[in-house]
């Protein structure tokens, strides 16, 4: 059977539509890929936006309808079980408000070694090296060092931007320094002045040295709307990865890369890429979400709605 992530890869014609949902729900009725909750509510949420699509833009004969419509109230009731996670709060995973960008980048086929490389100069690296650029602020000073740009190649267009920078902060109020990595991409087919689709994707690594590891924070982590489900934010953390552990080589210090969070959806992602709790504590809270605890509350964050018109939901 032709698995779930190649059919939602592919662009369904109208007359294909009555066969594409019913590929999708026999994908789904016999688990393909949804091995695991975590992985099933992506999966699931895909699936949904997907059948509405071959729903929305096309014309069907009226039984084909009707059974791609049935189709689409099954997934929805599989994707209940997220809906009670904690108390009913209504919580739903992340519904696009704006028009999608295709890039059609192979992640897989892009040259990581010259950032590699590069990145090898990031503890040598100071505010006075080549090309640095300073920004101050009230709370505190910045030097962002160049470490490394290359592109990524799209199916359509100039290729993308690809970004590593090794940021020196100043926190003034503490009289501390702390440095990071930041990698990003930016896609040169937008005007910069396009806030929304010129930036991809910014992850930032805070690193806090200890004295059995290095900790890297994951304190910032962004994939713009319009280039969601597209690879984007595993492309850069996997990139992160290999970087952080060639530190550990040349440093001969175990790194580990750590991140704080509230949000369902990126503890879902983070799970799914291989990360664990850190503590026995979150790990029993983790359990405790996973199952549905009644006594767990699922928010939205105080004014959010407000200032931004969306809900950005977290657990507490």
């Known amino acids: 059977m032709e698995s779930i992530e190649s059919i939602l890869a ?24 949804l091995k695991k909750r975590e992985i099933e509510i992506a999966i699931l949420a895909r699936l949904r936006q997907k059948v509405k699509a071959l729903l929305d833009h096309a014309k069907i004969t009226q039984k084909g309808y009707e059974k791609a419509k049935s189709h689409l109230e099954q997934i929805e009731e599989n994707l209940r079980p997220l809906k009670v996670i904690g108390k009913r709060y209504g919580y739903t995973p992340y519904a696009p408000t704006m028009d999608p960008v295709p890039l059609g980048a192979n992640w897989k086929a892009w040259n990581q070694e010259a950032l ?15 090309a640095t650029v300073y920004e101050e602020i009230p709370a505190a000073e910045f030097w962002r060092v160049p470490i490394h740009q290359s592109s990524v190649a799209i199916r359509n267009g100039e290729p993308l931007n690809l970004k590593a920078v090794k940021s020196i902060r100043h926190d003034k109020a503490n009289d501390e320094i702390s440095e990071s990595i930041i990698l990003s991409l930016d896609n040169p087919n937008f005007s910069e002045e396009d806030e929304a689709h010129f930036g991809v994707g910014n992850f930032v690594f805070e690193r806090h040295e200890k004295p059995e590891t290095d900790e ?40 580990t890369i750590v991140t704080e969070l509230a949000q369902v959806d ?38 959010d709605e407000q200032v931004t018109g969306k809900r950005q939901w977290f657990v507490f």
């Open 10 to 33: 592919r662009d369904h014609r109208p007359e294909e539509v009555e066969e594409a949902s019913q590929r999708l729900f026999e994908a789904l009725e016999s688990g393909d890929v």
């Open 116 to 130: 590699l490389k590069a990145s090898d100069s990031f503890q040598e690296l100071k505010k006075d090296s080549p």
């Open 216 to 255: 890297w924070d994951m304190n910032d982590r962004v994939t713009a709307e319009a280039y969601r489900s597209q690879g984007v934010a595993p492309a850069l953390l996997h990139l992160a990865e290999a970087i952080i552990t060639k530190q550990a080589k040349l440093k001969n210090k175990p790194q």
């Open 266 to 303: 990126v503890l879902l992602w983070m799970l799914k890429e291989g990360y664990t709790a850190a503590t026995p504590l979150d790990q029993s809270r983790i359990e405790r979400l996973l199952k549905g605890d009644d006594d767990l509350a699922i928010v939205s964050a105080p004014g």
